[in-house]
């Protein structure tokens, strides 16, 4: 059985997953609008992946026998100056998720929630892999600078990412 705190918490994460999801799917509709369909499938990619981290925590939270708590998401941004401001959103998002996640195990630690804690550190791994990722594709598009012919192979590339 999850506290009333810990199950508040893990709602949280829920809907912030949900938030996530609705960010990346903006952010696929940005790049679907400036020809960068590898991009955006990237992004598509990103969009579902987080569905199902919030399905983990949907789950998680029923099978501790506590609420699921769905509640409004936010308006995410729908512009991007570039394809390189996109992902240095991405990038700063994934900190954030990284710092949420952080948290959390805090608080499983001082509920003596192990339980939750074991469940979480799935998320701690993957927010390392998630950050790199993005942080990869940054550090990819600085080095392209204006470069066109070059930022055309980096979308092709982003465009054979599963996931679709």
Not at 121 to 140: G, M, P
Request: hydrophobic share 45%; proline share 2%; no cysteine.
């Amino acid at each position: 059985m999850l506290s009333r705190k810990m199950e508040s918490a893990l709602n949280g994460q829920l809907n912030a997953e949900l938030f996530s999801s609705y960010l990346y799917l903006s952010m696929a509709a940005y790049f679907a609008s400036t020809n960068m369909a590898g991009m955006a499938k990237w992004m598509r990619a990103q969009a579902k992946e987080e569905e199902l981290h919030a399905m983990k925590f949907f789950d998680f939270i029923a099978d501790r026998k506590a609420r699921v708590k769905l509640t409004a998401i936010d308006t995410p941004e729908s512009e991007w100056a570039s394809p390189l401001a996109a992902f240095e959103a991405t990038y700063a998002h994934e900190q954030k998720v990284t710092g949420m996640i952080g948290e959390l195990v805090k608080l499983a630690k001082e509920e003596g929630d192990g339980a939750t804690g074991i469940f979480l550190q799935w998320f701690v791994s993957e927010q390392v892999e998630e950050e790199k990722s993005a942080d990869d594709i940054v550090q990819k598009l600085k080095a392209i600078e204006d470069a066109a012919p070059a930022l055309l192979m980096l979308d092709g590339v982003l465009g054979r990412r599963g996931g679709d």
